[in-house]
């Protein structure tokens, strides 16, 4: 779910009905995109889903600008107080796409035996995913295969807004459980260098332009 950002300028506008102001903590960049994490700073009027100081995470289109950002309400997700805004905006994407795939795309199981082909940047937070619902990773033979047709596929599924919060809370929820623990993040050298892995950003390192 991507969405335009806006330059918040010093004087901090007011801001429109349905906006909101983000105060950036973290930025993670990856194959999938940027995801910035950060603290609500200011609310438009009318606002009715989340309020100042709450923690929240969105869908960036583009490199930056400021450490600020005005953002649609409806483009949010909430982030629960025990996730990291590191975690948000690094983990967060992948771990989201790779749910689609395990619980849209296969309806994994317990009892499934899956191997896993892809060699996208998702493929270790699927593999994260299997294991984490009780299922088996196999190199050999298997009654599942998440393969790069898998995350195509994921990529096309298209959820309400409900839907998309209660796939993140299902997310959150697995990180709490310490799936993707295992999973390194890059440097920006590293990811320069060819590796796939999320790279995660702070401000200082890092702006977010309109």
Avoid: Y
């Avoid at 989340?50 to 909430?78: K, M, Q, Y």
């Avoid at 993140?168 to 929820?173: G, K, Q």
Wanted: charged letters at 15%.
């Amino acid at each position: 779910m991507a969405t335009s950002t806006r330059i918040a300028r010093a004087t901090h506008p007011r801001l429109a009905e349905g906006d909101v102001r983000v105060r950036v903590g973290a930025v993670g960049i990856s194959a999938l995109g940027t995801q910035v994490a950060g603290t609500i700073d200011a609310v438009g009027p009318d606002s009715v889903g989340f309020a100042r100081n709450d923690r929240v995470a969105f869908r960036s289109t583009a490199p930056a600008g400021s450490t600020t950002v005005v953002v649609a309400e409806r483009d949010l997700i909430g982030i629960p107080s025990d996730v990291s805004l590191d975690a948000a905006a690094a983990i967060f994407p992948c771990a989201l796409l790779a749910r689609t795939i395990v619980k849209q795309v296969h309806s994994i199981g317990r009892r499934n035996s899956v191997s896993i082909t892809d060699i996208s940047v998702v493929a270790p937070f699927a593999a994260a995913w299997v294991e984490h619902l009780g299922a088996t990773v196999s190199s050999g033979n298997a009654d599942v295969v998440v393969s790069g047709q898998s995350v195509r596929s994921a990529l096309g599924v298209r959820s309400g807004h409900g839907l998309v919060q209660q796939a993140a809370a299902d997310v959150f929820a697995a990180m709490r459980a310490g799936a993707f623990d295992s999973i390194a993040l890059s440097s920006p050298d590293e990811a320069r260098n060819g590796s796939r892995a999320p790279v995660l950003l702070h401000p200082a390192e890092v702006t977010l332009a309109a």
